[in-house]
Nanobody, 124 residues
Framework: QVQLVESGGGVVQAGGSLSVSCAAS????????LGWFRQAPGKEREFVAA????????DYADSVKGRFTISRDNAGNTVTLQMSSLKPEDTAVYYC?????????????????WGQGTQVTISS
């Protein structure tokens, strides 16, 4: 089994920066991709960014390109999402997710493991 635990998040003013991290433990060898998703109240969970644990592949949602940066440690067990130029519409619960498939993916149902989520609130 795999456990994903998010940390970070909080409240920041629009235009500010914030980072969230995710620590993976357990059978991490079964995970090839780590991703970030977010869900705002009344909205569906949406893809934010993903990174491969085995190579340099990464992907971003168009809405965050140029503002968010996803990175991982060498072991691939910690993934960080650095967020800058934050907007009120970035407010959501941010979830870390792990995928057994080797290819990057943007659909929530293709991810096998999920963290509990961390709240990010951007004030205007």
């Amino acid at each position: 089994q795999v456990q994903l635990v998010e940390s970070g998040g909080g409240v920041v003013q629009a235009g500010g920066s914030l980072s969230v991290s995710c620590a993976a433990s357990g059978r991490t060898s079964s995970i090839y991709v780590l991703g970030w998703f977010r869900q705002a109240p009344g909205k569906e969970r949406e893809f934010v960014a993903a990174i491969s644990r085995t190579d340099s592949s990464l992907d971003y949602a168009d809405s965050v390109k140029g503002r968010f940066t996803i990175s991982r440690d060498n072991a691939g067990n910690t993934v960080t999402l650095q967020m800058s130029s934050l907007k009120p519409e970035d407010t959501a619960v941010y979830y870390c997710a792990g995928r057994r498939g080797m290819l990057l993916a943007t659909t929530p149902r293709t991810y096998d493991y999920w963290g509990q989520g961390t709240q990010v609130t951007i004030s205007s």
